[in-house]
C-alpha cells in the first residue's frame, strides 16, 4: 500500500513531477550524448591510431626499446621472412608490416627542410590507408624512388606529383647518402606538424638511402583489437621456443596520445556528470521537500493510525527511487533518440585543434554508458530524497496534523 | 468495580511558545468507561484537541498518568504507541484527513494494514464498513469525487475498521452543514450502540454536543463541568 501511495504521489502534483522528470531526462540525454560522443572518439582515435600508425602489436630486436642506438638501425630486424611466415599463420592476424623509420633533409634545389620519412611495404601500407591521398598516386615497390609527400611539406617545398626533390640522411655506416625522388603525390593525415614534416617511400628505397637490408620494426595487423593481449602472449612465448631476440610493444603502450585524449575526455565527462548530478539532486530534493510540506498533514494522520516512522520514510525514499528510475528510462528513450538522430543528421564539425580536416559527429549509444546513466539518475534521485524522507519521518504528530 | 478503559489522573500539558509557558491542561482527572458516548465541549484554546491527542497518545502529557484499558500509555515507546494506536483507537478528523491518493475502499482497508489481516479477510471488513457506513457504491472514488459528508463517512469506517475499543473524534462536523453534521452525529452514535465502541468528540456546536450520552465542558484547561445524560432530563454529576 505504501508503494501504491508513493507511486500515486508521484503523479499527484504533475506539472512538479513533470519539470523534475525534465530535469532528470535533460541531465541524462546530456550525459548520454557526452558519453557516446566520447566513445566513439575513443574508439575511432584507437582504431586511425592502430590501423593508420601503429599497429596493434610491433616487434623489434632485443635491446631497441632500452638503448640508444649510436648509428641508424643498429638495433634493426634482419631476414624477417620466417618470422612473418610464422607471424600470419595466426588466424587472429590480418597482416604484418615492415617499417623503417628515418630522418633527413630534403632539398629542392633551392630550400631545404627535415623530413621524417617512413618505408614502407607499398601493398600494405595502401591497406592500411594510413593518409589520405591529396594529389597524384600512391607510392608502388616497382618504382623505389617514388614517394608521397606531406601536404604542407609539398607546399612549402613547392613541388607537385612528377616533380622531383633530393633526400639527404645518414647512412647504418654513418656516412651521409642523398637519394633523388619523384613526388608520385601528396598526402594528408589531418595532424598538421606531421603532414608539415611527412614523406612516404617503398621500403627498398629508404633502404636503398640507409644502405642496409635491414627493417627498424615489424608491425602486426589483428582483424579484431580485442584479440591483442591474447596475440602478444602468443607470440611471446614462440619468441621464447623458438630462440628469437626479438621484444613486443602492444598499440596501448605507444599510443599515447589517443591515453592522452581519453584522460582529458574522462575528466570533462566526470566533471558534467558531477554538475548533472548536483542539478538532479537539488530539483528531486526540492520535490520532495515541497511535496512533504503539502502532506504534513496526511503524514501526521498516517502516523495517528499507526504507521512507523520508518514506513514513513521508506514512501518518500520510493518516491525518490521512482522518479529516479521513471526519469532513467526517460532519459534512455530520449537520449538514445536523439543521438540517433545526430548520426543521421550527418554533422560536420571543424578540424579539431592541430587537425586539418573535419569529421562527421557521431553518438555511440553503448550499452555500457546507458546503464551507468541509468543507474546514476536512480542513485541520485533517491539519494536526494534521503534527508527530506528523513525529515518526513521525524515530524511529531501532533505538529503535522495541525499543519495548515 | 469495572476498570474504566480510560483513566486520566493529574494530567498537565503545557507548551512552549517563544519564551513563554502556555498550560494547555491543568491537573485533569477523567474515567471513560466502555461503551460510552461522550462529547468535550469549550470554547477555541480550552484545551479539546490537546486532551484528544494525549488520550489518543499520539501526545505525551507534561505530567500524569494515562492508562488505556489498566495499561500505563505515558511509559511506552514511539513504536509501542504507534502498535497501540493501529489496533485500539480510531481517529476522525475535522478534515476528513483521508490520503487523497487512495480510493475510498482503500483509505479504509489502510489501518487493517497494520492489524495483520489477510488479504481476503481485510477486503471483506472493508466493504463490510462501507456498506454500513453507506458508502458501498463509492467504494472506488478518490475523496475529491466524494461529497464532505461523504469523506465523513469514509472516514468513520476507517476509524472503525480495526474494531477499536475507541473513537476519538475532533471537530467531526465542523466542516459540514448541519443536516449533514446530524447525519454523521446519527452514524456515530449508532455504531456506538451497535458496536459498544467508545466514542469521545470534541466539539464546541452545543447543537452536536448535545447528542452525547455524556458532556464533559472543558474551561481553561480544566473540567469545569462533567454531565451524563440518561434519556431526559440532564443529570449532573460533577462540576469544577
Redesign the interface.
Known sequence: ?LT??AL??VF?NRRRSAITMVVLVVGATALILFGGYKEISFYGLRESTIRNRVGHLQIYKKGFLNSESQKPLEFGLENVTELRRAIENDARVEMTVPQISLMGLVTNGEKSETFLATGVDADKDQKMSAQRLVAGESISDKETDGVIVGELLARSMNVKPGDFLTLMTTTVSGSLNGLDVRVRGTFATGMKEFDERAIKMPLAGAQQLLQTQKIERLLVLLKKTDETDGVKTTLESQFVQNHWDLEIRDWSVLATYYHQVRNIFNGIFGFLGIIVFLIVIVSVANTIILSIFERT??I??????????RQIWAMFFLEGLMIGVAGGFLGIAVGSAAGELINQAHIQLPPPPGYTTGYNLRIMLKPSILITVMVLSSITATLASVLPALKASRL???DA?GHI | MNTPLIKLQGIRKSYTLGKVDVSALREVSLDIDAGEFIALSGASGSGKTTLLNLIGCIDKPSAGTIQLAGLDVTALSLSSLANLRSRKIGFIFQTFNLIPVLSAFENVEYPLLFAGRGCTQRRERVRQWLHHVGLENQARQRPDQLSGGQRQRVAIARAMVTQPDLVLADEPTANLDSDTAGQILDLMSQINRETGTTFLFASHDPRITQRASRQIHLHDGQIASDLILTETPWRFVNAH
Do not use: C, D, Q
Open positions: 500500500m501504491r501511495i500515486r504521489n499527484r498533514r496526511e501526521g494522520t498516517l502516523m495517528a493510525m499507526g504507521t512507523r516512522r511529531k504528530i501532533v496534523l
